[in-house]
């Protein structure tokens, strides 16, 4: 029984947590912060993030983030540890990106 109640002690924080942090998952006004931010930017977005939701579309982004640099990426099992799962994929974006002006 003590299990049981802890499990659903976990479920209630968890919830509440999805209620209460809207911002988890429209991370738009942290976007357009960084976008207005004078550093180089890389964004890696997975189409399928299971973590944070699908990426903005394009014209938001641009909007969002005129000057960044981003690619959004699609390959079967690729989510949101992409750097972990897909290194072969985003470590040559990564490269690029610190080797140039950004």
């Known amino acids: 029984i003590a ?3 802890c499990n659903r002690a976990i479920v209630r924080s ?3 947590t999805l209620l209460c942090c809207a911002e988890v998952f429209d991370n738009r006004r942290a ?3 960084l976008g207005s ?3 180089q930017t890389l964004l890696l977005f997975a189409e399928r993030d299971s973590a944070t939701g699908p990426p903005p579309d394009d014209a938001e982004l641009r909007e969002l983030l005129p000057t960044a640099c981003w690619h959004r990426l699609d390959a079967p ?3 949101h540890a ?3 799962t ?3 994929l985003v470590e040559p974006l990564i490269a690029d ?3 140039s002006d950004g």
């Open 14 to 16: 968890y919830l509440s």
């Open 97 to 99: 990106f610190v080797g």
């Open 77 to 79: 099992g690729l989510d």
């Open 3 to 5: 299990n049981a109640d």
């Open 37 to 39: 931010s004078p550093c």
């Open 31 to 33: 976007l357009r912060a």
């Open 82 to 84: 992409m750097h972990l």
């Open 86 to 88: 897909h290194r072969h």
